[in-house]
């Protein structure tokens, strides 16, 4: 993480000789700058060492998450504590790359009280020092489930995955059915036919279901 860093902020006009550890620092940063989630990696006392692209907006918004200089901060004194003393929990935990990484879930308010609060995973990570990393969800950035990656993973037909995206976008049954212009009925056999391809029983678990599969890479 380091080298990928010391790439991130090389400038200058003398342009040394490509090495292949350059690239594959560069190709991580375009990967991570695809992600719909933020990721941010601070050390012991929260101080950042990398963000992506998603995460760098988020910050500059200060909407939950601020970049201060003594580390990040939450909206408030109380949340930053918070924050802090699980980031510091997380770097004394000793994660080798020989022992599973402990995981720690922390929801943060934002500066609007209609707005759902972000929610961080927090991981520590394997090295020399200890780094933690953040995954950073903001809901309403999420865009919708595409059908085509319904019907990729499932043999969902065309419908069948518009009906399945809609419902984990949080649409009623009878709502789908309006949208798209089918009647509830067949809307309802549609839905049939999804459970038996995904092996899911209910709703409920379906949506679940698509929402953990989707949430990250939307």
């Known amino acids: 993480m380091s080298r990928l860093r010391g790439h991130l902020e090389a400038g200058g006009a003398d342009v040394p000789p490509v090495r292949q550890g350059d690239v594959r620092a560069a190709l991580l940063q375009h990967l991570l700058d695809e992600l719909l989630i933020g990721v941010i990696v601070v050390d012991a006392q929260a101080r950042l060492s990398f963000v992506n692209r998603q995460a760098r907006d988020l910050l500059a918004r200060h909407d939950g998450l601020i970049d201060a200089p003594a580390g990040l901060k939450a909206g408030t004194a109380a949340h930053t ?21 402990l995981t720690r ?36 950035h999420l865009r919708p489930l595409p059908p085509e990656a319904l019907t ?67």
Do not use: I, W
């Not at 504590?81 to 990484?101: E, I």
């Not at 069948?160 to 809609?166: K, R, S, V």
């Not at 059915?177 to 995904?198: C, I, Y």
């Open 105 to 140: 879930y922390l929801g943060l308010p934002r500066r609007s009280r209609r707005a759902a609060p972000l929610l961080l995973r927090l991981s520590p990570l394997p090295g020399p020092s200890p780094e933690v990393v953040l995954l950073v969800t903001t809901p309403e």
């Open 152 to 218: 990729a993973a499932f043999g969902l037909t065309p419908r069948e995955a518009a009906l399945a995206g809609m419902l984990a976008d949080g649409h009623e049954l009878r709502d789908c059915a309006r949208l798209l212009a089918m009647g509830e009925g067949t809307a309802r056999n549609h839905l049939k036919h999804v459970f038996e391809k995904t092996v899911k029983h209910s709703q409920a678990t379906l949506v679940a279901a698509l929402c953990r599969m989707a949430a990250p890479c939307r």
């Open 81 to 101: 504590r918070r924050l802090r003393h699980a980031v510091a929990l997380m770097a004394a935990s000793g994660h080798t790359d020989d022992t599973p990484a």
